[in-house]
T-cell receptor
Framework: NAGVTQTPKFRVLKTGQSMTLLCAQDMNHEYMYWYRQDPGMGLRLIHYSVGEGTTAKGEVPDGYNVSRLKKQNFLLGLESAAPSQTSVYFC????????????FGPGTRLTVT | TQLLEQSPQFLSIQEGENLTVYCNSSSVFSSLQWYRQEPGEGPVLLVTVVTGGEVKKLKRLTFQFGDARKDSSLHITAAQPGDTGLYLCAGAGGTSYGKLTFGQGTILTVHP
């Protein structure tokens, strides 16, 4: 089992460019999440999905879009990157509530210049 | 909005010392989890506590959930350099579809 994988690992964008981050999990988890991690702010939830074909907004959704066309994949899109989106992005998946134990990918470090 | 306040934010100690990290909230959580994150990697789950007053031990790490399920602590005995990392607490609410509220994290450095 690979667990949760993320592509790419690093990326540098110029302001206004777009990109898509891919997350894949092979644990047959229903729930998937995208977080961003910034120094001193812990992990903040961007968007999440409770099943194939469903998505919902998290704590900081502005400037991001997501899609979950297949159960194992969760895509995070930036349509017009801004320097404020420079961060480390983590994808996670989980079995079910209420415990909500989550399994994380290795992260994508994104720099927007 | 549920908030988790984690303290201290930074902890720098010598090998062999003991330490405690605290996670506090005014909200009740159905469960509380502790994660450890190493540089360049994603967080890894250490433990989940579910019952008020619950204590769990993982080798030299002791985790406690407050009686009212609003707070938790992580105690490390005889810290080792291998314990160095970012420790995150996260609370799960009753109707959150498994969504977690994370504390800001504690960066622990254990010097040999």
């Amino acid at each position: 089992n690979a667990g949760v994988t993320q592509t790419p690992k690093f990326r540098v964008l110029k302001t206004g460019q777009s990109m898509t981050l891919l997350c894949a999990q092979d644990m047959n988890h229903e729930y998937m999440y995208w977080y961003r991690q910034d120094p001193g702010m812990g992990l903040r939830l961007i968007h999440y999905s409770v099943g194939e074909g469903t998505t919902a907004k998290g704590e900081v959704p502005d400037g991001y879009n997501v899609s979950r066309l297949k159960k194992q994949n969760f895509l995070l899109g930036l349509e017009s990157a801004a320097p404020s989106q420079t961060s480390v992005y983590f994808c996670a998946s989980s079995y079910d509530r209420p415990k909500g134990e989550q399994y994380f990918g290795p992260g994508t470090r994104l720099t927007v210049t | 909005t549920q908030l988790l306040e984690q303290s201290p934010q930074f902890l720098s100690i010598q090998e062999g010392e003991n330490l405690t990290v605290y996670c506090n909230s005014s909200s009740v959580f159905s469960s509380l989890q502790w994660y450890r994150q190493e540089p360049g990697e994603g967080p890894v789950l250490l433990v989940t506590v579910v019952t008020g007053g619950e204590v769990k031990k993982l080798k030299r790490l002791t985790f406690q959930f407050g009686d009212a399920r609003k707070d938790s602590s992580l105690h490390i005995t005889a810290a080792q350099p291998g314990d160095t990392g970012l420790y995150l607490c996260a609370g799960a609410g009753g109707t959150s579809y498994g969504k977690l509220t994370f504390g800001q994290g504690t960066i622990l450095t254990v010097h040999p």
